[in-house]
């Protein structure tokens, strides 16, 4: 009913810039909380950010200062700027909302993931 798509990953070197997008599409009403996180094949899939209403944020001790998670709500889009990117940040980065939509004409929650957008940054 909810469909979430990421956009904005490539490659960059190090000390570059990225922005990714997280649109999410359907009958969605609300959304109540967006988060990004990011796997490799070394590691299971660790939070890096995520905001919830009154737009409070919570970072990754290994990203905070140097990313920015906000959101869109009259779009149901989130974002997340990288600066200053560096290696270990080279990963599948994956958007999860959690919200509400419509279907039938009744409220319903949600809480779906995005495919994925590569991220690579190089030494």
């Known amino acids: 009913q909810v469909q979430l798509v990421e956009s904005g990953g490539g490659l960059v070197q190090t000390g570059g810039s990225l922005k990714l997008s997280c649109a999410a599409s359907?009958?969605?009403?609300?959304?109540?909380?967006m988060a990004w996180y990011r796997q490799t094949p070394e590691k299971q899939r660790e939070l890096v950010a995520s905001?919830?209403?009154?737009?409070?944020?919570n970072y990754a001790d290994s990203v905070q200062g140097r990313f920015t998670i906000s959101r869109d709500s009259a779009n149901n889009t989130g974002y997340l700027q990288m600066n200053s990117l560096k290696p270990d940040d080279t990963a599948v980065y994956y958007c999860?909302?959690?919200?509400?939509?419509?279907?039938?004409?009744?409220?319903?929650?949600?809480?779906?993931w995005g495919q994925g957008t590569q991220v690579i940054v190089s030494s």
């Open positions: 999860n909302a959690e919200g509400i939509y419509s279907n039938r004409g009744a409220y319903r929650r949600f809480d779906d």
């Open positions: 359907g009958s969605v009403l609300s959304i109540n909380r």
């Open positions: 905001i919830i209403s009154g737009a409070r944020t």
